[in-house]
């Protein structure tokens, strides 16, 4: 059996508000596993329920072949050995560093209490902050030191739940590539809750697209990035070209041509192209026309129009293509079928 296992989970609200339709997926022992979804998705729900903050109205949940909850079994969550890392970090601002994260040690004594607080400070590179107030740190640090307070008491599962989230940009992504390392330094079990792509993506060991109460797609980063399951997955997560065409077999005749299919389809298809998986050549003979181009440091993205599509090609910076160019579209990989 899986690390964590959230099975058939429903959940609604006292008022009939329904949040959770047959949540299901596994987290393996040491994986970081993010719940990715826009707000009022349910994963913020999710993440309550296996902390035992709420109870399922169905489903199961079990961590380490504990049951968690069932509707009609329950273990309090101060039993389940589970930390959690909330938004707003949580920290008391009248205590110490120090104080705060012992402040999650009272099953230990006296020195044990300290020598542990000490080594997790050291674990997230604040060793040298113990004494310093929360107020007196910057954003980065008061996010490592509720890593820290959760990570004291020996969790057997981390939960944060857009831990990032509160951060100023420029913070945001190296904090959370350190989180990252900590995590997998100490070997932890994580589940991830967050509204931001690229947060689930570079964090995340897998990945699970919640909408509306539902999972619809689990897989890793690349999977579902590159293989989205349906058209929705593949807009949530980036920017895409949707594009119909006719499958027969391995390809499918759309209006920029015939097409690769990454599996087999037949019938009318909608694909899924990524602006990278684009490329375009100027050409006399080209089905379509530059419209727009934004120079974006490193690569150049184009709105080419062809035919009835608007679409968007990301290009090396050096290309010399500009507005108002013919050119011809081609794709440098099979396309996901989304429909």
């Known amino acids: 059996m899986s690390f964590l296992v959230v099975d058939g989970v429903q959940f ?124 007196e740190l910057s954003g980065g640090q008061q996010q490592r030191v509720a890593l820290a307070r959760a990570l004291a008491p020996y969790p057997r599962l981390l939960l944060l739940d857009e831990a990032f989230a509160s951060l100023d940009p420029h913070l945001r992504e190296s904090t959370r590539r350190q989180t990252r390392d900590i995590l997998r330094d100490q070997k932890m079990t994580a589940v991830l809750v ?54 027969n077999g391995d390809t499918a005749e759309t209006g920029l041509g015939e097409l690769e299919l990454q599996q087999k389809a037949d019938g009318p298809v909608t694909l899924c192209a990524r602006p990278e998986d684009l490329r375009v050549v100027a050409s006399k003979q080209g089905n379509g026309r530059i419209s727009d181009r934004v120079f974006q440091g490193r690569d150049v993205l184009l709105t080419v129009k062809a035919g009835e599509y608007v679409l968007e090609v990301l290009c090396a910076r050096d290309e010399n293509l500009k507005v108002g160019d013919l050119v011809k579209i081609s794709c440098a990989c099979p396309l996901a079928v989304v429909e």
Do not use: C, W
């Open 12 to 135: 609604s609200y006292g008022n009939g508000e329904h949040v959770l339709d047959d949540l299901s997926f596994n987290v393996e022992e040491g994986e970081i596993f993010a719940l990715l979804g826009p707000s009022g998705s349910g994963k913020t729900t999710a993440l309550r329920l296996v902390a035992g903050f709420e109870r399922p109205s169905a489903g199961r949940l079990v961590l380490e072949n504990d049951v968690l909850a069932t509707p009609s079994q329950y273990m309090p969550p101060e039993k389940r050995r589970v930390g959690v890392v909330f938004q707003e970090f949580a920290l008391f601002p009248h205590m110490t560093v120090l104080d705060n994260v012992m402040y999650g040690l009272h099953k230990l004594k006296g020195p044990l209490q300290k020598r542990r607080t000490l080594e997790i400070l050291s674990v997230v590179s604040l060793g040298t902050m113990a004494g310093r107030l929360p107020q």
């Open 194 to 247: 967050t509204h931001d792509q690229q947060e689930a993506m570079e964090m995340a060991d897998r990945v699970g697209l919640l909408i509306d109460g539902k999972l619809l797609q689990v897989g890793t980063p690349e999977e579902l990035y590159r293989s989205p399951a349906t058209r929705q997955v593949a807009e949530f997560l980036g920017a895409s070209n949707i594009i119909q065409g006719i499958a």
